[in-house]
């Protein structure tokens, strides 16, 4: 049990990194990127616990839940707003926003398959990795938009 428990402390621990490095290197403004990561967050705790609430997903191995999300989830997922708020600027072209949330769809589809593979996330009903992809390209897309109506930087 300890070892299925230790991958969502490893992808916690590996988004603090990624964040905390970013930070440093990039002075850029960590309020303003911790404003994108909380919308990303609960954004995702409302997304998450209605496929959970449908039977298309469910979580497991967490130290606590939030309705269907795991906790660690809810930390990782703002992380990741902060760093996409860290990463891209807000002064995108059209294109450019397309073809990088296309490119963190794919990835976080792939990160779900690995752990749909361990037994950390199961696909139920119709859901499949294809249908993840066009949440995340859509999410990452509504991202774009977000960041350029709630952040000032």
Do not use: C, Q
Request: a negative charge.
């Amino acid at each position: 049990m300890l070892a299925l428990m230790s991958i969502w402390f490893f992808l916690l621990m590996l988004s603090i990194g990624i964040f905390s490095v970013l930070a440093v290197l990039l002075h850029r403004n960590l309020s303003e990127a911790l404003k994108l990561g909380l919308f990303l967050a609960i954004f995702d705790f409302f997304f998450e616990n209605l496929g959970g609430y449908f039977d298309l997903w469910v979580t497991k191995n967490s130290v606590l839940f939030l309705g269907f999300v795991p906790i660690e989830v809810f930390f990782i997922a703002t992380l990741a707003g902060a760093t996409y708020y860290l990463l891209f600027p807000r002064n995108w072209d059209t294109s450019t926003a397309l073809s990088t949330s296309f490119l963190i769809a794919v990835v976080g589809a792939m990160i779900e398959a690995g752990l749909v593979s361990v037994g950390y996330l199961e696909y139920l009903t119709w859901w499949n990795s294809y249908w993840a992809v066009v949440a995340y390209f859509l999410t990452f897309l509504m991202m774009y938009k977000v960041n350029l109506l709630i952040t000032k930087d």
